[in-house]
């Protein structure tokens, strides 16, 4: 079967990162996502992956939101998951600069959303009372 690992926050209407777990059991088999939307630690063996993860899929979806960009690759030639993971990695860099020239301290809160060490992003609740 499929477990769906999206978040639920209440405050959302719809949102989905496209990423699901296929599942054997209990056994997780293998975790998909979009190129660099999906938390580092989804694609490390072995490594926990929870709400942090969420958190930083928000991240680059509110840093895409603020900015007016999509970062996918849609057109007929696809990226490979590492070249477009490297490539939205860029771009999320980018977009950060831009947020925090405008609205430094909403920079700062987006910067903690999309860190690589999932214990350094904030939780749910804090990215809601920001």
Do not use: H, N
Request: charged share 20%; aromatic share 4%; proline share 8%.
């Amino acid at each position: 079967g499929t477990a769906y690992t999206g978040p639920v926050p209440r405050r959302l209407v719809c949102c989905d990162f496209g990423t699901a777990m296929l599942c054997s059991s209990k056994m997780v088999d293998m975790v998909q996502g979009t190129p660099g939307y999906i938390a580092p630690e989804c694609e490390i063996a072995d490594m926990p992956v929870g709400t942090p993860a969420d958190m930083f899929s928000s991240g680059v979806t509110l840093l895409e939101l603020w900015c007016g960009s999509v970062w996918t690759s849609d057109g007929p030639l696809k990226e490979e998951s590492t070249t477009a993971g490297v490539r939205v990695a860029q771009e999320v860099q980018v977009a950060l600069e831009k947020v925090k020239s405008v609205e430094p301290k909403a920079g700062e809160l987006l910067e903690r959303c999309v860190r690589l060490a999932p214990d350094e992003r904030p939780s749910p609740t804090a990215l809601a009372q920001m």
